[in-house]
């Protein structure tokens, strides 16, 4: 079954700017979409079709995909960005989460 | 304003068949392109997509969990459902709702989200 792979951690200055990657075998075939998860909240959907931002999301969230990785890059990081964050492809016949991400701001 | 809320039995036994409901507003599934997906998080773990279906009855499900679960839609009364048979300890999780629509290939709002414990 398919399969895709983040790293456990990252971690950023406040300021600095963050890069989260997603890696599968021929991801940029497929639609990849980013997800902030917080403790004790629903997730949020902060990119969709590798680079589109939902209405509300900040412009400093940016995506790309192109052959086995996907990549969420958070410019100017702030603290409030600290969170999990799960990456996800999605196929015709089947949607993939990673296994996440945990975004570390200091 | 889209808004989904799930609902069904905080605890069920091992073995057992779990339903889920998802009722939502601010869209039909009746509309063309509308659809709702399942998300499950076991407690400190990833999120497991579950199933899908759209407003023309086109229904996925993830390749290693199909042949347990079964979704279902009313559109007269804005809900999904989800059953899951033969459920396990390891199925213990928050199972959260999600809406969707074709060719976004995302879920853009989510509900809040509903604690299933499996006893064993």
């Known amino acids: 079954s398919y399969e895709v792979t983040q790293p456990p951690s990252v971690s950023v200055s406040p300021g600095q700017t963050a890069t989260i990657t997603c890696s599968g075998d021929k991801l940029e075939d497929k639609n990849v979409g980013w997800y902030q998860l917080k403790p004790g909240q629903s997730p949020v959907l902060v990119l969709y079709q590798d680079n589109k931002r939902p209405s509300g999301i900040p412009e400093r969230f940016s995506g790309s995909n192109s052959g086995n990785t996907a990549t969420l890059t958070i410019s100017g990081t702030q603290a409030m960005d600290e969170a999990d964050y799960y990456c996800q492809a999605w196929g015709f016949n089947n949607v993939v989460f990673g296994g996440g991400t945990k975004l570390t701001v200091l | 304003q889209i808004t989904l809320k799930e609902s069904g039995p905080t605890l069920v036994k091992n073995t057992q068949t779990l339903t889920l409901t998802c009722t939502f507003s601010?869209?039909?599934?009746?509309?063309?392109?509308?659809?709702v997906g399942w998300i499950r998080q076991p407690p400190g773990r990833a999120l497991e997509w579950l199933a899908l279906?759209?407003?023309?009855?086109?229904?996925r499900y993830s390749p290693s969990l199909k042949t347990r679960f079964t979704i279902t839609k009313d559109t007269s009364k804005k809900q999904v459902v989800l059953a899951m048979t033969n459920m396990d300890p390891v199925d213990t999780a928050t199972y959260y709702c999600?809406?969707?629509?074709?060719?976004?290939?995302?879920?853009?709002?989510w509900g809040q989200g509903t604690m299933v414990t499996v006893s064993s």
């Open positions: 279906i759209y407003w023309n009855d086109d229904k």
């Open positions: 601010g869209f039909s599934l009746t509309t063309s392109g509308e659809g």
């Open positions: 999600a809406h969707t629509n074709w060719g976004s290939a995302a879920f853009d709002i």
